[in-house]
């Protein structure tokens, strides 16, 4: 079957200055005349300077057609500035130097550039993820004519050391390698690195004048990824705005979780990174959000007729969204047992899925449209109590002559250590859609499957005239929807089937679509699409503050209650399927965990 459209790479487009109140207009042939009132307010001026200030400086350019500045320019200046701004960053008024800057740029699109700084390029993440993703990126031809990539950390490596670390974790799509070598090769000169402290403004202008040579006089957008430990994102955040922003063009920082531990230390992160970046600079990576069968959501419920009436309290009977990991933390604990797997998991990458999943229909696919659903979603839910909640930690077991840890076994986590590696909750939204619909969530580590899916169990048939067909379990003539986000991604519909044959006999039949047998295409990583999006500024899958701040107020007074009663979680073998609790807190609400049936 054809498909509806082709296409190698979506379109983009790169914007040359900082925000769309920004415009251009041309008079004659000889000279371009610009408006700079927004570059100055967004660039020149520090971040800390407030709106109302900002508003009040005008900078008037005319170009001439080689690019000189024909008329000298004028600020306009209607109150005061500011001398010293907190934290000790000074406000200077505009040098002639940055007017001068401002004005040099060729308003050609294909002069633009964009560089790309991993901030921690040494670290797991930045070689296991982000570098491979960016290198698909640019064999997909999806990155600008003009970009440098440029890997920023504490240890000490030379550019050749850079590339080679890189160069062992790049691969090809499997659809397009005849030519891998020389595309490596090529992204691989593009490259370079840049050895500084994260908190040192002197590293950072160190940077920005590599960027600068890099950049070569054209209009520069930049794009830094904080690979980096929560605790020093702010100092790198100061000395990235401070020392390394564009002087013309965007500047954008994509900040990975975790964002806090709770409301309080999310609240006073997100304070903190406003100090020096505006919320639209502010990109909150959840990775989860990236992923092809999430991102289909959408077009999945709102392109098809057949699920859309469907979507709501009068047909379905509850929704499960499941995590499961095959391993435990394996060296990892130190970092995990600072979080536990109800923020590690469920509080961002599945709750997140949660209000895509429920959301109201968007005015449109913009992404405030969207965030605004989100966020309505969030704050509709019904707070979450200590009884809709077990917890559970996986311990030592042997199976097939083999020995597997307990968590506590591994050397990073502390002794007696309380934190789960397992938590399964039941949530309610309480609005007109979903009033009593129990939304259930189960995240575990060291579990017997790995899996990421959604599950949707419709109501049954009301007065079904083939109900003595399936005895006294009703549940086997549910209809169920299967989202299976990872591995081997697939949406799965259950029907009821007549078996072919003489008789009346019913069977549970699969509607399948396996993306492997359907699609020949490689499935992009998560990571790729959410760096096109920031580098293109499509805000949709990434998670404003407002939405933080809702999925904190759910979870943090439960996590709270957790660890100051020192709930004790309950063992499970490494392995198996997870605590026992997990299927009384379901039955309570009458509801099978989807993913244990025979079928599975």
Request: charged share 25%; proline share 4%; net charge neutral.
């Amino acid at each position: 079957m054809a498909a509806l459209y082709s296409t190698t790479c979506r379109s983009h487009s790169y914007s040359l200055l900082p925000s769309s109140s920004s415009s251009s207009s041309f008079h004659g042939q000889n000279h371009q005349r610009l408006n700079f009132s927004s570059y100055i307010a967004k660039r020149v001026l520090p971040a800390k300077v407030s709106f109302h200030s900002r508003r009040n400086y005008h900078l008037n350019v005319v170009l001439m057609q080689d690019g000189a500045v024909a008329a000298p320019a004028t600020l306009v200046e209607n109150e005061t500035p500011f001398k010293k701004l907190k934290g000790g960053l000074l406000s200077p008024v505009p040098s002639t130097q940055e007017f001068k800057e401002a004005a040099s740029f060729d308003v050609n699109k294909d002069e633009s550039t964009v560089s790309i700084t991993v901030v921690g390029a040494s670290g797991d993440l930045a070689k296991k993820k982000i570098f491979p993703a960016l290198f698909a990126l640019y064999y997909e031809g999806c990155l600008p004519k003009h970009f440098t990539i440029f890997g920023y950390a504490r240890s000490k490596m030379t550019d050749a050391e850079l590339r080679n670390m890189v160069s062992k974790t790049l691969t090809c799509r499997i659809d397009k390698r005849e030519n891998c070598g020389e595309k490596m090769d090529q992204f691989l000169k593009r490259c370079f690195y840049h050895s500084g402290q994260y908190d040192s403004l002197e590293n950072f202008a160190e940077l920005d004048k590599k960027l600068k040579e890099h950049e070569g006089g054209r209009v520069s957008n930049r794009l830094f990824y904080l690979s980096i430990p929560p605790n020093i994102f702010i100092d790198a955040v100061k000395c990235t705005s401070s020392s390394a922003s564009s002087s013309i063009g965007w500047t954008r920082v994509i900040v990975e979780k975790p964002f806090g531990r709770d409301s309080d230390s999310s609240a006073a992160l997100t304070k903190a990174l406003k100090q020096y970046l505006e919320e639209d600079q502010i990109f909150r990576i959840d990775h989860y959000l990236g992923k092809e069968l999430v991102e289909n959501l959408s077009v999945l419920r709102f392109s098809n007729l057949i699920f859309e009436p469907l979507w709501s309290r009068r047909y379905i009977r509850n929704v499960q969204l499941i995590f499961s990991e095959d391993f435990g933390t394996e060296g990892r604990g130190g970092y995990f047992d600072n979080y536990g797997i109800i923020r590690d998991i469920m509080q961002n990458h599945l709750l997140q899925i949660l209000a895509l999943f429920a959301m109201e229909t968007p005015v449109s696919l913009d992404a405030e449209d969207i965030r605004n659903e989100k966020v309505k979603v969030l704050r509709s839910m019904r707070p979450l109590q200590l009884e809709d909640v077990v917890v559970g930690q996986y311990n030592s077991h042997t199976k097939g002559g083999v020995t597997y840890p307990a968590y506590i076994d591994d050397s990073t986590v502390p002794k007696g250590s309380l934190t789960p590696t397992f938590a399964a909750a039941a949530l309610f939204i309480d609005n007109a859609r979903w009033d009593g619909v129990p939304f259930l969530m189960k995240a575990g580590k060291a579990l017997h499957k790995k899996r990421a899916e959604i599950r949707v169990q419709f109501r049954h048939v009301p007065g079904s005239l083939y109900n003595q067909d399936f005895g006294n379990d009703l549940d086997l003539a549910t209809n169920e929807l299967v989202i299976r986000v990872q591995p081997d991604e697939a949406i799965d519909l259950k029907i009821n089937n007549k078996v072919p044959g003489l008789g009346m006999r019913l069977d549970r039949s699969n509607l399948n679509l396996l993306y492997a047998a359907r699609y020949s295409k490689e499935i992009p990583d998560a990571y790729e699409r959410l760096l096109l999006d920031a580098i293109e500024g499509e805000r949709r899958l990434f998670i404003r503050s407002d939405e933080l701040d809702a999925a904190w107020a759910l979870f943090t007074p439960v996590l709270k209650e957790l660890e100051e009663k020192n709930v004790i979680p309950e063992y499970y073998p490494y392995g198996s399927r997870g605590p026992v609790g997990a299927h009384y807190l379901a039955a309570r609400y009458n509801v099978r965990w989807g993913d244990l049936s025979i079928e599975q």
